[in-house]
């Protein structure tokens, strides 16, 4: 079978049998769908057909086919799309084969992954095809639902986005609260690039032009987070930047003001909409037994 | 300290460890929060205000508090507000007091679950405050975001909503391939009544009124969900049901259609999107170190 | 390979596959079969025979074959009966062929799996025949071994009785102590009745013929525990009842006085005995290599 | 409070939390006790006796106390008896103060493993009771509940048993398979001899005064197991071992039989059936709210 | 008690948790520590002393006392040095007092930890001191001990060194098989910089002084890493690179060549030997009962 | 495939999978390997020769086969040794053919498990070749790297070693703090001896002649430990036991030390260096795509 990865997108098979497992687990608690147990014989075999309703972009099918695979391992599928695809409502994405039971048991599972990450690539999409005429990228941030953080991480990027930090860890980004405690900008700016990694950039938070002069100032800074700017004061701060830091926009961003925010010419933009609210793409799963 | 839970609503304490555990990890990936380890002293102490930004209903505090506690035991945590509440915007729901680096550390997983959780609790608001006037109860369903069911489940119920099934496994729902492989409406109920347990109660779906008789007629069903049925057909189903089931409308509710669905007499309504979907609710953390 | 698993009984393959992967670890400790590993070749090939030394109801093959392809994938295995099934002394339940070690590794696990659960399933077979000239089912309770209680439920399918709650959030018991803190029969139940969801039913314990009274005035229940009562009250209380609850007889049942108790017209007999106390199914396994 | 756990007997901390752990979250599932929660307000306050309602010996008192604490660490206990206690029928064994809540979602989970234990406890006190004229000791082997062998290893020690190998890892037991496998009593005893640790015993299994004979004259074994034979040849075996191996009876040992067999001169007694089968002592938990 | 941890290096308190869980439950296997509970009284109480019994720089108290206090949370514990501290030869690190079981059976887990860090540490600090008359730092890889890479790296920070890329997911390092499949080093490091995020550095790997002139000349790497060069061509591409890129030596360094590689002017240089051996620092724990 | 394992060495397939699954996840982080993912086309395959590049003992082979299969099932493997062998430098180890991508993904996996293993076996095989002379072998201690505990007592075993002890339950060994608690050798001996299984053998540690002639006295331990003695003491200890306990050395052994402290005559001879430090074996992973 092909593969159904979004390719340039980042997500490990690993994870996506560690996440179809745990919520498989939790919609079968302790006694399974005894529903379909209860009425549909054990051999009966089945056919489904995976298709979007509405138009969007889609992600989230390999967890669809690792919720089929792992109740039964001889489930045939096919698929006719792949992650990251743009589609028209009523596009079959994939078809299935095999145990009625299984299939029935593993629809829920599969439609609540596939749902929620294509309508997070389908929000995306969205962001990216209206700062398109600018150089601008939407960008997520660390405002994910609980436990799908890699998925929804993905599934950005499925929807033609990049990624801001994966975690506390993987990059710094200095806000307010740093910057007090340190004593300043220069201060927190010299103890962060002093005891971090080499291969950690920095980032820091200003909202006002005069922080963002004594961040030019200083310079150990790899990128700014301009927050809440006006897209006016925004277009000054990316003057004042000239390019010698990566500038991300960011704060009270909606699909009304990302275009005029891209307009004012800074690098990133970063919504935490994107992951923190969630409108599920409607995929069904027609079944015939 | 008073209770932050919801009185009423279901949601085990060693649930909420888990959950935050998992987020945690999840966020702190290998090395932790990197940029307040490299610039805030260890020994800096701090006070954090969680408040809602907008007004809403809160749920979620629980796991806020677990939060804090799992990385500093000795955080002091004092609560304005517990969950259920309906709050005007501004309103502070806790004050935190105790170590800065574990504050900062906790501050994005602790929104992320208030945010998530109240945004769901706020829906749900919204639309019981739509059915006001009828007898009509609110439900969730099993689109839930995987991985958060129990805590979506809760949130509902903070909300003023009622909950559906919590998985496969504590009713029985029998939709359209059950009938079909089982060969019709009696085969499937006496099948189903047949094998499940004395306290598993049986709905099953009809899109017709004339499914709708023949379910009547078998007499073996608890519940009966009236499958996007428009409000005219719904009243004539409630009126054939004459009491002698609970009677459920699904599909295709809106915040706009809830209220006349429900004067349809139906005895509750469900809605996927309050969990499928979900509009964090603005909660905010001001941290002082 | 034909299914292995009861029909009609609910048991998910994904809580075989934990099930065996704990007890083998168990098992296993940090250095496996030193045994086998100390004197048996590692290329040396088996043949194993699963049979029944004793006579009795079957449940675990599901479990006696996953312990095998755990070990070694390659291992082939041909079923001769499936659980559920009620065999004589002697009666071969499964060969298996493949690596000699695997085998000699997973023997007790296997063993244990399938002894225990068939001596469950030969204990509520024995019950459920003692009570076949009435309409009562036999039913287990939560009295369960920690840890497995979605396999003995499963097993008391095996041996043809039926499940109550699988926990203590899929139904609800209310009891005395329920019914003192809410101050009596009617307010517990019309509270109960308020909280709880539209798929969840109320069973209620009552000790007296005067509490049943109250019960059914109230109206609210779905079903009621008659708790340690005589035949004759017993009887009593069914006729009281008249068929508007689920009648459930519990507390002291014995092999000797179910056939009795059935008699009074009772729906449902529960026993704790079958799950909460073990006698171990005499099954072997004979390894050639 | 003083320690809960007997004196000589195996069992760790940390194994007591999992066990608990895992038993608590079969126990609640998604939603918890829903009926108390429904039922008993959050705030109501409870005291709990744990007693013996039969007589027996006592094994689990730190598992109760485990999950009373796990849910409501301000739980107050006092403990009235420890395990490996032998007590008659109506013994308090432990009173508990605290959260109502807590009490009820705990009790069953509390009686599960104290009454599971209690009885392995109890019936292995009635093997050494009736063997105290000599001086053979009665010990469990790895016919075990799967998931539980820890804790039913420390419950016959409570009983005044002593243990077999924990598993597979921690001593050599060489049975039939192994010697004809590896050609003979002598070579199977120097290959396990030459393999394994200095500190493994080897312990072989005979079934004939012949093979026992065989192992004499080898003499690499630790400890000889005698595998179903009658109390005569088990006698005339002790004699020719002569003190020079531990010996072991095997096979077929039931309460009737296991005097006479001690009898023999045999060092140890093992039954499968002290832990493969279980009667649940009843031990009890009333609640005053 | 004051922090054990060292100020500027990163570990999550809930990863120290997590590793001694783990470690414990390793050495505990099933029965635990059978020596302290057949030979020293339950209610045996000791004290505990912590020295190096070898000079060095110490790494992991932390999980020290965690291993104390996760067996018995009573145990009292006074630090005297702090991780990060270069002690001689027969300094105390740390006294604990308390049950002396729980001090027998934690005490080769305790070692182990902090017998391996410090090892870490001292040997980070040993080549630390041998750059000290340069501006070089030292780094670890990603060659670590499968399951231990956060505490390493913390190990390696508590000796003076600093850390590279923790895991697959946090930089971007390009080496000679993705230089071969992309066609060339323009179009890696271009693919490489479109697909990634904005706070994700671009290191890459030449091996003459062709390739970096290539790499200056595309011009979108943050840092080179310069493999098994001499020390003459190490200082050649110093020269080269004029601070335009962030310098890392690698391949073949030694403790007798640290030194040497450091004065060519590289800003970094790792060691996969810090951390793929380990040369345990002899830590030794005198128990007093 | 051939078998991968060293024969007559201990170490499950479960525990080979659960390791490299940690290992992976920890190596993976949130997103993967990222730098693959951009540079790496999906569909590219390619060819992995694992070779040493040092002389050594192998272990740790089916831990690379599983690092490979784990990520891309349909890997092709061909081995072209088997843990245990001791190698020239640039032997080839095992081919690979498969997806790139899931090869570099695994690729430091792999090679941090078998170049840790090998390093271990290396060492043992060092010492084993010093004893050769005589009758002595060498075994390793608990000093293991926490978490890899059964994966370095197998690569001692890989490398002509014996294993003691895996964990404080599967055997006794008292120390002096043990003897004092108890009283003295006499009672510490009599007292673990009677709480202890028949299949559990008992080392005590001596440090003089003097203690050793206790224990002899005594007569109920199967092995001592000669700790930290000369080697003319320990020749003499050596005669005094007189081959009716197996001894054994520890402390301060090196490879200078080891082979004349096994002319003493001593049964064993144990090293902590063996598995508490490291010495990394070369082995080193070629890819071409």
Do not use: W
């Not at 080499?198 to 006002?208: A, F, P, Q, R």
């Not at 003001?257 to 409607?282: C, K, P």
């Amino acid at each position: 079978m092909q593969s159904l990865f979004c390719p340039d997108a980042f997500l490990s098979p690993l994870e996506v049998e560690d996440a179809v497992r745990r919520a498989l687990a939790e919609d079968f608690g302790r006694a399974g769908d005894i529903t379909s147990i209860a009425t549909v014989p054990e051999d009966a075999q089945g056919r489904t057909v995976v298709a979007a309703r509405k138009a969007g972009t889609i992600a989230g099918l390999p967890l669809v086919a690792a919720a089929f695979r792992m109740l039964s391992p001889e489930m045939k599928l096919e698929a006719h799309e792949r992650d990251g695809a743009t589609v028209a409502a009523k596009t079959t994405l994939m078809t299935v084969t095999g145990q009625a039971r299984a299939m029935l048991a593993a629809e829920r599972t599969a439609l609540n992954f596939v749902g929620l990450l294509s309508g997070t690539a389908t929000a995306t999409a969205e962001y990216v095809s209206r700062v398109a005429h600018t150089k601008a990228r939407i960008i997520c941030t660390r405002k994910t639902v609980p436990g799908l953080r890699a998925l929804q991480k993905y599934a950005v990027r499925c929807g033609g986005g990049f990624n801001h930090r994966f975690g506390l860890d993987d990059a710094v980004l200095i806000k307010d609260n740093h910057i007090a405690v340190a004593g300043g900008i220069r201060p927190v700016l010299e103890r962060a690039k002093y005891v971090i990694g080499h291969l950690v950039k920095i980032e820091i938070e200003v909202d006002s032009l005069e922080q963002l002069d004594d961040v030019l100032k200083v310079g150990l800074a790899d990128a700014v987070l301009l927050d809440n700017m006006d897209v006016a004061t925004m277009a000054e701060a990316v003057k004042m930047v000239g390019g010698r830091l990566t500038t991300e926009a960011s704060g009270g961003i909606t699909r009304d003001t990302v275009g005029r925010i891209a307009e004012s010419g800074v690098d990133y933009i970063s919504s935490g909409a994107l992951t923190h609210s969630v409108t599920n793409l409607d995929i069904g799963l027609d079944i015939e037994i």
